[in-house]
């Protein structure tokens, strides 16, 4: 039998406020325990929480981008839990009015294949603390820096087939949210986390199987293979005859397997009520026009603007504008006078390949767009070769160095003196007299050997183009010789 | 002034002899200190007595500056204990101030301390506390009401000139009429809850409890005010109330809903409520009965509303950030099972209990979200009622004191004497005991003046003409460890 | 509304309190006369009424996204029954 996944996802995306969601501490990254928290976020008795302006306008747009619909009178609600990571023993969150419904995102998979994923609700809630355990003490240590800080939860429909269908949503998400300056989707500090609801049907089965959640999934690595695990797992309990249970699991990196978690000590029953502290929020058309008018161009929108204004290749648009970072970047050289095609080249091609190499994302570089436009214009007036010219960029790159004294430093100027490469070539033709007979006797790879002597008694500094012709001309010379 | 003690004063008198220099803040002082030691051993009205000097440098200004005073313990005071007399939060020590203790301490106000009640305001006799019951300066074997029950009965008793007290079904009122002082709770939003321990978020709201209507008026204009820091605190007028009491009341439109006078209401407490009415109306009020059917449903309603917002706000009690945490617990859960068992008394589990009960799955629909839809309708009653009239005019309780002891064994009837109080907070309406008389034991009988939402003014400006009119207010219980008054 | 020892039980340990196994049969007995009582809410007539859950319309109360200085913590950790001067302590909650 073939069998088919069926996926949904729940996605934590942390906002990126300076304060946090109802008191005015920081939500800076790190800091020592407990030194980001005030009466407020530590749930002292007698504390009232105040809604931060600003998570209401990022969800707001993220739902605008999402191209879901805006609950004009929405409300928060008390999620009730006892954990230690949550000291008021709620969650401020919202379950009967969320400020997003009915959503949709276009993706396309690597494999080419494009389908619309129907967003389910996003709404806004805070984020719990963060408790450790010390060993030493036995005892578990809860640090409430992170509690408060904003978080929109995005829920999809059950619209995901495979883990690539998943990877795809998220890359998309992630993009549209870093897009609109709602978030830095930093996974590995947590800012973007997913649960995975998974099950399993026959193929081609209108019913949905009976599902598992998988939790606090922090990267696309980790995502892929827990949902290629829980897929075989539930299969094969299918096959043998066995019911999958409905469960939450928890994926462990090291074991590449999921784990059923410990049941709590009761079921499930969150007692969801109006947050009596928080009035309502009204939200009127002039606001929302307002944030819709203040909203950036979209990756999209860059993509087809890079194709109309700059002639670019669908391909390289696409490669652009997968980072806001790396499409703000982009522009900047091009704004500073850089060719796009060759801004273009040096972006997909050195850029790229360096942030791989590196592990990191684009908004975390440093090299400059001028020292990129500085680096392109040495080339385009033979300062520099390209080789040369892509050593040097390897050399500044991690700390935005200073090009013409690396390059000052390691003499790397281009030599463009005639009398010095045709020095070269008259040494090079009396060093290498049998390549240049082969060469008349039709050998073509002659040329490129004596090409290559003439470049390394240059050190390679030479401009390529003007050694190929003066080696060609004195080839030339040389045959001119031999026929008189 | 001088044949008067200084204890028999109301707030703003006192406030305009310190003002006049005819008496000094330190002989203020030691005069409070003086009634406290001899009436907190009967009455037991305090949790925690501050040892407080005259304040240095120049006196704050203002109609009560230098007015000794003291806050139900549960408004928070940084580092000064604030238990919700509870074993829970034995010992806690906000680190911070409630805005109203803020707001009061700019205001040059002198706090004595921290006043006993139910715990975490659960109740309606002030015999829940972990602390000990407060007993009726009237009659020390009775019940002052509650929860403000400290509150009521340090002001009864001379104590102090006014305390801050939370209502959030009538814990101002009840016990202000059962002590026979003036009580108010003020328009919902008006009074900033930041640093009220939270019972019904919804439902709270702080106000004062004095010897007379135009102390009310004094002390809202200092703690009334928008707060950053409360999301539900309105906008207003503020510090005008205690200049607009003209004790005028020609023409005012007096309501009396039938409903409040009619079953279950103590003979002698409607007669004494009736004679108020005809006081208002000798002075120029139209009073008139009409009806209002909703008081059938306004107790369920409130409980129901009340109990689950409380079993959310005290869930945050479990002995891992503050107070009380219990020895001997195995696990992580043991120990929130352990702690809550022990810290918390009988009346707050029950209330917790039928709070998470009518939010739990199944249920929901049934109780909380219906006891919202009949708090609209409660509302809307209301809304009507204000087309009609300028004020309604209700008892606060259907009787007078209870014996201590008495009611605690029965708590839907204790529950069901709420009836008059609780619609206000519902609705989110202002509402002020008044003294209007005393039963045949001679205990208090308070009488209740509701206004429309912000009508806070004209409920205090009744009020006040009522005690034009009358001296019920300025009676005092006799009593042991200080001269009669 | 009949209120079983179950029920008790139920929201007994949603709400982390541990009755005693003799004051469950008389908890649950007067959770029940409360809750019957409570059911004269049936007799009114809410038909369309939308739930009121705050009382006036006040909306849209919001603060500008503005850092203040957070708080000693000292001052945070004074009233806990367990610390270390850095975080609170419970006993044993993740694995």
Redesign the interface.
Known sequence: MTWETVIGLETHVELA???KIFC???TAFGG????????VC?G?PGTLP???????EFAVKAGLALNGDITRFC?FDRKNY????LPKAYQISQLYLPIVRDGRVPIRTPSGLEKVIRIHELHMEEDAGK???DPW????????NRCGVPLIEIVTEPDFRSAEEVVAYLEKLRSTLQYLGVSDCKMQEGSLRCDVNLSVRPAGSEELGTRTEMKNLNSFKAISRSIAYETRRQIELIEEGKRVIQETRRWDDNKDATFAMRSK??AQ?Y?YF?E?D?????LSEEYLDHLRAGLPEMAEEKMTRYQADYGLPEYDTQMLTGQKALADFFESTVALGADPKQAANWIMGQVLGQLSARGLEAKDMKLSPRTLVHLIELVRTGKLNRNTAVKVFEAVFADDGDVDGYVKAHGLEQVSDPGAVAGAVEAAFAANPQSVADFHSGKEKAFGFLVGQVMRQLKGRADPKAVNEAVRKKLDEAKCGLDK | MKNTPLCALTALELGAALHGGEVSPADVLEAARERIRACQPENNAFITVTANSVPAGEPADGPLAGVPMALKDNICTRGVMTSCASKMLG???P?YDATVAEKLTRAGAVCLGKLNMDEFAMGSTSETSFYGAVKNPWDLTRAPGGSSGGAAAAVAAGEIWYAIGSDTGGSIRQPASYCGVTGMKPT??TVSRYGLIAYAS?LDQMGPIARSAADCAAVLDLIQGKD?RD??S?EGSYGTLLRSLTGEVGGLKIGLPAQCFGDGLDPEVRRAVLAAADALRSRGAVVEEFSLPVM??VV??Y??IACAEA?SNL?RF????????AEG?E???D????T??EG?GEEV??R???G??VL?TGYYDA?Y?????????I?KAYDEAFQKYDVLLTPVAPSTAPKLGESLSD??KM?LSDIYTVPLN???LPGISVPCGFDSQGLPIGAQLIGP?LGDGVILNAAHAFQLETDFHRQTPARKGGAAV | MK?TEE??D??????????PEEERGA?AA??E???S??????S?D?TG????????P???????????P??P?A????????H?D??????????
């Open positions: 406020t300076k304060t005015s501490c920081t020592e325990a407990n030194t980001h928290c005030c009466p530590t002292m105040v809604l931060n302006e600003s998570v209401l409300r006892f954990y230690p990571d408790l450790v355990h003490l036995d005892q578990t240590k809860c640090d409430y000590e009761n029953d007692r109006p009596p928080i009035p309502p929020l009204e | 010992g806690f020590q680190p919902y939003g919804s950053p999301g539900t309105l059938d449903y369920p309603t409980y129901i079993s869930s479990d002995g891992v950030k503050y107070g009380w945490r617990y696990d992580l859960t120990l929130y099972h352990r809550r068992t918390f589990k029950r917790i209990l039928l998470t009960f739990s109780y979200k219906k006891a919202l839809q009949a708090k609209a309708v509302r708590p839907l529950y519902l609705a989110g939402a | 209120i029920m008790v139920y929201i007994s340990v949603l709400s982390r309190l541990r009755l908890m007067e959770l006369r409360i809750v009582y409570m059911d004269v809410l049936e009114l809410t009424v939308e739930p009121l859950s705050h009382v006036f006040v909306k849209n109360v919001m603060r500008p996204d503005r850092v203040v957070s708080w913590r001052d945070l950790l004074w009233n806990a029954p367990g270390d850095e975080a609170f302590l419970v006993p044993k909650a993740v694995e």
